[in-house]
């Protein structure tokens, strides 16, 4: 089994910068790429970014291409920097994690944190 622990939300302006930290532990050795989502009120979770465990191979949706930045080190730690954030990031970001190399839906994704709210003031 997989622990992920989602760290690093808050509040931040519009145009800011907010970095997400995502803590890796249990079962790790089963997992091969790591995610991020987020979940807005009364939407559906959407699919934000994602890097592979071994090779650092990273996929981005539209929305956050050229804003966001996904990363891993070897300390079994996954992070989402986000720079000039609008107010519709704003959501519960969500880490996640799955023993697919290269996945294509959230229904992938097998191990999933608790989430962390990053809010984006106008």
């Known amino acids: 089994q997989v622990q992920l622990v989602e760290s690093g939300g808050g509040l931040v302006q519009a145009g800011g910068s907010l970095r997400l930290s995502c803590a890796a532990s249990?079962?790790?050795?089963?997992?091969?790429?790591m995610g991020w989502f987020r979940q807005a009120p009364g939407k559906e979770r959407e699919f934000v970014a994602r890097?592979?465990?071994?090779?650092?191979?990273t996929y981005y949706a539209d929305s956050v291409k050229g804003r966001f930045t996904i990363s891993r080190d070897n300390a079994k730690m996954v992070y989402l920097q986000m720079n000039s954030l609008k107010p519709e990031d704003t959501a519960v970001y969500y880490c996640?994690?799955?023993?697919?190399?290269?996945?294509?839906?959230?229904?992938?994704?097998?191990?999933w944190g608790q989430g962390t709210q990053v809010t984006v003031s106008s």
């Open positions: 890097i592979s465990w071994s090779g650092g191979s």
């Open positions: 996640a994690g799955t023993k697919y190399y290269s996945p294509r839906a959230t229904g992938d994704f097998g191990s």
């Open positions: 249990g079962s790790i050795f089963s997992i091969n790429a």
